[in-house]
């Protein structure tokens, strides 16, 4: 009697840990689509923020080839 008990006892203790294994797996998932969200959503955004940053650069690059050409063009005091 005492031994059923026992087998009892550990196979509900088994029960629970599986539904602790299953419910961190279900977290890891959800980890993972969430992720997965973040990547489709940002990617695009990122592409575009570094597209206007590209932009911005080529402008900055031309004012200082401006400023350049300018500084060179004037005779030396």
């Not at 008990?5 to 299953?22: K, N, W």
Request: negative net charge.
């Amino acid at each position: 009697r005492q031994q059923g008990v026992e087998i009892q006892t550990r196979a509900s203790g088994t029960v629970l840990d599986m539904e602790q294994l299953e419910q961190a797996f279900g977290d890891v998932m959800g980890a993972l689509d969430e992720l997965s969200r973040y990547r489709r959503e940002a990617l695009p955004r990122l592409d575009e923020q570094i597209g206007r940053l590209e932009e911005l650069g080529a402008q900055g690059d031309a004012a200082i080839r401006r400023l350049d050409e300018g500084t060179a063009a004037q005779p030396a005091s």
